[in-house]
């Protein structure tokens, strides 16, 4: 099975940019399709993009869309999402997630396989 590992979180102000990878082991990403979702506290979990394997479809929610971008480095066997201007509602821990069948799936039930997230904040 694959191990994902989140990192590149941190304390931003608004307007400013993040990128984050997810680093898998154990399986090959290839074969994957591989989601971000977040949650703030006191919140539930939600969707934030998703990326089928192979790259062939790209789901992303629409308080992000235009703004967050997700992208594979397969040499690496890595996933990134790039965020740019961020806004403080961005504000959680981000997941990575990952789902050996073809889809761009936004339920968190889709996803056997999780990170332990990575902490971003964002100040106004």
């Known amino acids: 099975q694959v191990q994902l590992v989140e990192s590149g979180g941190g304390l931003v102000q608004a307007g400013d940019s993040l990128r984050l990878s997810c680093a898998a082991s154990g399986r090959t990403l290839l074969t994957y399709t591989v989601g971000w979702f977040r949650q703030a506290p006191g919140k539930e979990r939600e969707f934030v993009v998703a990326n089928s394997w192979s790259g062939s479809a790209t789901a992303y929610a629409d308080s992000v869309k235009g703004r967050f971008t997700i992208s594979r480095d397969d040499a690496k066997n890595t996933v990134y999402l790039i965020m740019n201007r961020l806004k403080p509602e961005d504000t959680g821990v981000y997941y990575c997630?990952?789902?050996?069948?073809?889809?761009?799936?936004?339920?968190?039930?889709?996803?056997?396989?999780w990170g332990r997230g990575t902490q971003v904040t964002v100040s106004s």
């Open positions: 997630a990952a789902a050996r069948m073809s889809g761009t799936f936004t339920s968190s039930g889709a996803y056997p396989y």
